[in-house]
């Protein structure tokens, strides 16, 4: 079964800073992996998806981009934090039929 | 658009009470997971139907999928604290995998 690293696992930021938060799927090969933020430990907001390397679709404008440069890397980017972009990130990974597996997620404060 | 109404958003009950939380839509899904999560944690998959009406059960909890695939409930008998956490229904079958999630019921079981 497959496992899913998320780091870090909390960051605080000053509103403007550039943002990486990395995730990283192991016991599977060429997974859909997907980014969401969920605030105030309520619903999933999908942010972006990718079906494989270099494969990105963005479900939501924004201020955050995502890149994945491996098979099993997903990195979600911003230039410059603003302070809506505070929130619960989480890293999800489908390998087969319909369900999705969550990693532990990335607490984000900007301030 | 594909909604999932999820209800209650909040439930406060006694150690030893049954509760049902209930996932609608006027849409059809070809499966539907449920979801419980710990606060500064990710989601973990409780249980994935993918029959009209079919009953899963997961020691206390009781999943039920609707005849048409529209609606899910969660059924948990005896509530006991440990069961306190976010419950999450998604459903699947739009293309890249991706799920429409509910907004989630807090349950909150007091000793």
């Known amino acids: 079964s497959q496992t899913i690293h998320q780091w870090p696992a909390t960051l605080v930021q000053p509103v403007g800073s550039p943002l990486s938060l990395e995730c990283t799927v192991e016991?599977?090969?060429?997974?859909?992996l997907y980014w969401y933020r969920q605030a105030a430990g309520r619903g999933l907001q999908l942010l972006f998806y990718s079906v494989g390397i270099g494969q990105i679709s963005s479900e939501v404008p924004q201020n955050l981009s995502a890149s994945r440069p491996q098979d099993r890397q997903f990195i979600l980017s911003s230039k410059k934090l603003l302070l809506s972009d505070s929130g619960f990130y989480l890293c999800a990974c489908l390998t087969s039929g319909e369900t999705q597996y969550f990693g532990p997620g990335t607490r984000l404060l900007v301030l | 658009t594909q909604l999932l109404e999820q209800s209650p958003q909040f439930l406060s009950i006694q150690e030893g009470e049954n509760l049902t939380v209930y996932c609608n839509s006027s849409s059809v899904f070809s499966s539907l997971q449920w979801y419980r999560q710990e606060p500064g944690e990710g989601p973990v998959l409780l249980v994935t139907?993918?029959?009209?009406?079919e009953v899963k059960k997961l020691k206390r909890l009781t999943f039920q999928f609707g005849d048409a695939r529209k609606d899910s409930s969660l059924h948990i008998t005896a509530a006991q604290p440990g069961d306190t956490g976010l419950y999450l229904c998604?459903?699947?079958?739009?293309?890249?995998?991706?799920?429409?999630f509910g907004q989630g019921t807090i349950l909150t079981v007091h000793p």
């Open positions: 139907v993918v029959t009209g009406g």
């Open positions: 016991g599977t090969s060429n997974p859909n």
């Open positions: 998604a459903g699947g079958g739009t293309s890249y995998g991706k799920l429409t």
